[in-house]
RNA sequence: GGGCCGGUAGCUCAGUUAGGGAGAGCGUCCGGCUUUUAACCGGACGGUCGGGGGUUCGAAUCCCUCCCGGCCCGCCA
């Protein structure tokens, strides 16, 4: 604002360029008369962008890092790994797909910050299969004896893994398989046992005054006794929190194993009095993720909005004050709700990536993390048609066949990225079906019956090769699948048995006629039509007739359009089922 | 209470970089396909761009202010 008004004002310490918003406003430079000090700024000309992950590939490249370009997500492993997770994933994918694609070389990491403690139990858990189950489907007795330890330090809960910690990793490592991202999953226990923490470990424990200086900014509870670095207890396991002592020579610290408070409860300590190497603990939160920084080289990290008000600018100040090092880009990304409601694993309110690949291709989902991280979106589920009918619309806008400037444009760069084939874009357009007609041929399992509706419903071309059709109708299971799940208009099944039904006589004889007009041979329009005829011919309301064909053959009392439906079925089943035969 | 981010049609969202026509898809309604029955085609309806003020010849876009929602502001991560 006003150039000033800056009074004595105090700490200026963190400049506005330090915003992890750099999706949103220009609020670096924006106001142009800080004049001079500001050339290394955000590089002046860079032209527009359609596609945010090139903004933040701007900001990178202003850095001129050291190659490879070190990108980072990460969590610490709860209960489920659901799709809320997944956006650390794949917002730096995109940011490392497009970096690559400029020529660079690019390492993207995911550290599972499993050396943290188990607080709390999980109200859910998700099984290999990343299936979410209740925590009455494991032995929930062995998980609360083992609060207070590290993830690592818990045994997989499912008895498959080393531990608890290596389960929750290896889901969030199959889910980006799934879509095809490669990333490098880090243990940060190991980085730890590897000693890849002990440079900093010992920074931090070598100028305890320092660092008491910088932290007591951002927690009350630093005073002049605090050391932060929890120990694990030798005796117990558990993480502890209370330091007696540092002995920098030997790289060891004595702790006492006290209680430790978690919310309204309290984790309690063995009394254990003993001595741990750097390598035998851990450094807290505030000083540990910019230690990840630090020896992970990192140049970028997106995180979600709960960072960016209280971690990032404490993180920001440990990295410059306390390890000599700059933080790296930042961007916060927008939480997404599910079905309208925040994701909440306890409330059962979660999906994962599994999952919604029941319902779409990998692409649509990569498709929904590529729009605009800084707006908050809803997934509905109920209503992923819509989300399918946004990206194949995207999609053709890449092939040129929608008038709309602003998403061609978007779409001419972000296309390729969504497909995963940055460096061979498709030449040719994917045939697609649209996702609600595909809920219609899902209502039958006959593939021939599929590519027939398909076909003269325009959706096929003519000369499409086995592979395309193929391809084309793989999405009905997905359909198929969302209307099951949703129960929504679409979830009606084809029924291969006569259902239990009685009609009068009048609807029972215009049966009969409609019965002899599909045994003479007549194509789905005709039916349609005579469907109409045969009602009035016999005085049944044209509603009751067709509730009555809903009924013969989705045992229900609505459906799809039922002439052209039935034309593409096998004329002896239709004709047996509406004489009420078979 | 303070800070940050968001608020564009019933729904999902573009458009804000460089101020100039308020848009798309879906839904709804009407119509078409000899035919009230969810797939196809055409058309229409639909918005105080959260409210108010300001700058400007001109504001969804820039400035101020207020409202609403989310997040952060003890600990943990």
Redesign the pocket.
């Known amino acids: 604002?006003s150039a000033d008004d800056d009074a004595p004002d105090a700490e200026a310490d963190s400049t506005p360029a330090d915003?992890?918003?750099i999706?949103?406003?220009?609020?670096r430079g924006?106001d142009g008369e800080v004049g001079a000090g500001d050339e290394t700024g955000d590089g002046g000309g860079k032209?527009?962008?359609?596609f945010w992950a090139d903004v933040v590939a701007d900001e990178i490249e202003a850095r001129d890092p050291d190659e490879p370009i070190v990108i980072k997500g990460g969590?610490?492993p709860s209960g489920v790994a659901h799709l809320g997770n997944f956006n650390e994933i794949i917002r730096g994918y995109f940011v490392a797909a497009v970096l690559r694609e400029r020529g660079h070389e690019v390492r993207q990491v995911f550290t599972s910050?499993d050396k943290?403690?188990l607080?709390k139990l999980p109200r859910k858990l998700a099984n290999a299969d990343g299936e979410i189950v209740g925590l009455g489907e494991v032995d929930a007795g062995a998980l609360g004896r083992n609060l207070g330890k590290p993830y690592t330090a818990i045994p997989d809960p499912f008895g498959e893994r080393e531990s608890y910690a290596a389960h929750f990793a290896a889901l969030l490592k199959a889910d980006a398989d799934r879509l095809s991202i490669p990333v490098e999953m880090v243990s940060n226990t190991e980085l730890y046992a590897d000693g890849a923490f002990d440079e900093v470990t010992r920074t931090v424990l070598a100028d305890l005054d320092g660092v008491r200086e910088v932290l007591s900014e951002?927690?009350?509870?630093?005073d002049g006794e605090y050391v932060p670095f929890?120990p694990v207890c030798s005796e117990c396991g558990k993480?502890t929190?209370t330091v007696t002592s540092v002995d920098l020579d030997a790289e060891t610290v004595e702790y006492v194993c006290t209680d430790m408070?978690?919310?309204d409860n309290t984790i309690e300590g063995c009394g254990h009095e003993g001595t741990a190497t750097f390598r035998e603990g851990?450094l807290?939160?505030?000083l540990?993720?910019p230690g990840q920084w630090d020896v992970l080289g990192v140049d970028f990290e997106p995180f979600?909005?709960?960072?960016?008000?209280?971690?990032w600018p404490?993180g920001v100040d440990v990295a410059r004050r306390v390890f000599g090092t700059e933080p790296p880009v930042p961007m916060?990304y927008?939480?997404?709700t599910l079905n309208?409601e925040?994701l909440s694993s306890s409330a059962g309110n979660i999906v994962t990536v599994p999952e919604l690949l029941e319902l779409l291709e990998p692409a649509v989902l990569r498709y929904f993390f590529a729009?605009?991280p800084?707006?908050?979106?809803?997934?509905?589920i109920e209503?992923l048609?819509?989300?399918v009918?946004?990206f194949d619309?995207f999609e053709r806008a890449y092939f040129g066949e929608?008038d709309?400037e602003?998403?061609t444009a978007?779409a001419e760069r972000a296309y390729p990225f969504v497909v995963g084939r940055a460096d061979d874009p498709p030449e040719e357009k994917p045939v697609r079906l649209?996702y609600?007609?595909a809920a219609?041929?899902g209502m039958v399992d006959d593939p021939d019956f599929r590519e027939r509706?398909a076909r003269?419903?325009?959706?096929i071309p003519e000369d499409a090769s086995d592979e395309v059709v193929e391809a084309a109708l793989a999405r009905v299971e997905k359909a198929r699948s969302w209307a099951e799940r949703t129960g929504?208009?679409?979830d009606?099944r084809l029924q291969t048995e006569l259902p239990d039904a009685d009609f009068d006589d009048d609807i029972a004889a215009a049966l009969d006629d409609l019965a002899d007009f599909v045994a003479a041979g007549h194509d789905?329009?005709?039916i349609?039509?005579e469907?109409?005829e045969t009602a009035r011919a016999h005085d049944v309301?044209?509603?009751?007739?067709?509730?009555a064909g809903?009924r013969l053959f989705f045992d229900d009392?609505?459906?799809?359009?039922?002439?052209?439906?039935l034309g593409?079925l096998e004329r002896d089943y239709v004709v047996a089922r509406l004489r009420r035969e078979a």
């Open positions: 604002m915003s992890p918003h999706l949103s406003e220009q609020a924006a032209g527009f962008h359609a969590v610490s910050d943290d403690p607080r951002y927690q009350d509870k630093v929890n993480i929190e408070d978690v919310g851990k807290p939160w505030r540990e993720w979600g909005k709960d960072h960016a008000e209280g971690s404490s916060v927008e939480w997404f309208g925040p729009l605009h800084k707006k908050a979106r809803d997934l509905d209503r048609d819509q989300l009918d946004r619309r929608v709309d602003d998403l978007f649209p609600t007609f219609v041929l509706l003269d419903e325009g959706h929504n208009e679409y009606y789905g329009d005709a349609q039509s469907m109409y309301e044209v509603s009751d007739f067709f509730a809903y009392t609505q459906g799809p359009r039922l002439g052209e439906f593409e």
